[in-house]
């Protein structure tokens, strides 16, 4: 049974920093490309960043040059150090194994976990 749970996450004023963390059991995902995504009240789940298993990274337009997501393949974690947040950061924050399809973008191959919440005051 794999099992996906996020930690980190909590309340900061805009241009304050937070470090998420993804801890993965049940499977070995050293050879999957990993990534993190959001949703907001009242909005889609969206992508957010996605590294793969030899170090390439990827982000959504919105978070470029502020997150920066890593990983821990011997600890089988995941992470997202999150710089100059912004209200509109505000949101749950998941993890997840992924895969990218052309024409659907980045998708989750996994069960979500619970989430963390990240609240953003302005």
């Known amino acids: 049974q794999v099992q996906l749970v996020e930690s980190g996450g909590g309340t900061m004023q805009a241009g304050g920093s937070l470090r998420l963390s993804c801890a993965a059991s049940g499977r070995t995902f050293s050879s999957y490309p990993m990534g993190w995504f959001r949703q907001a009240p009242g909005k889609e789940r969206e992508f957010v960043a996605a590294i793969t298993w030899s170090g390439n990274t990827y982000y959504a337009d919105s978070v470029k040059g502020r997150f920066t997501i890593s990983r821990d393949n011997a600890k089988n974690t995941v992470y997202l150090q999150m710089n100059s947040l912004k209200p509109e950061d505000t949101a749950v924050y998941y993890c997840?194994?992924?895969?990218?399809?052309?024409?659907?973008?980045?998708?989750?191959?996994?069960?979500w976990g619970q989430g963390t919440q990240v609240t953003v005051s302005s």
């Open positions: 997840n194994a992924v895969n990218m399809s052309p024409s659907t973008g980045w998708g989750a191959k996994e069960p």
